[in-house]
């Protein structure tokens, strides 16, 4: 008896280190803010959308489900177990074998529904965009600001006493902002480019 409620009790103190707290956790504000940004991009994206779109995004999400073709097994089963029991009772069949008018079905399901999740994908692909775009932009201004970041230090170390001068050149060209421009036409140039063979200025990429 002392074991059975010694392991009870632990039980129950597991069980209350396990709950999670019903509570808010406390975030940073900035990672605050940008979980905020990003339920506002989701909210968005809701919202412009219209009610088939969104009906078309429900029809798919149930159509995608497991349980869905188990529904659709079982109704191509009782299709065809109630076509051979009416043979067997020798009552009117309303598709007999090889069930035409079953097969008409399916195809037009399948193709219902294919239609369905190109539709749906089209939608996801739109967040999808928007969400790249804010991943460039977040990229850029990171870019700029670690540019800032090491041309301050530069400035410090340069003006500084206590530590030696002297030319970094990684340091300026980092210090720099990059031509957006010129780096996009080095990664086309570089897609374009078979495996094997770099752009001008760098290694090559192996094959």
Known sequence: ??????????????????????????????????????????????????????????????????????????AVMAWIGANAFLARAGLPVLDAPPFAMLELLVSCAALFIAVLILASQRRADILANLRQQMTLEVALLTNQKTSKLVELIEEFRRDSPDVRDRVDVVAMEMAGAPDHGTVLQAVQQMADKPQGIGVEGGPGLAS
């Open 1 to 74: 008896m002392r074991e059975g409620r010694t392991l009870n009790t632990g039980y129950r103190k597991a069980k209350l280190i396990v709950e999670v707290p019903k509570e808010p956790l406390a975030l940073p504000p900035h990672v605050g803010e940008a979980l905020q940004a990003i339920a506002n991009m989701q909210i968005a994206h809701q919202e412009q959308a219209s009610f088939l779109a969104r009906l078309v995004d429900r029809t798919t999400a149930t159509a995608a489900k497991p349980v869905f073709l188990i529904y659709v097994g079982a």
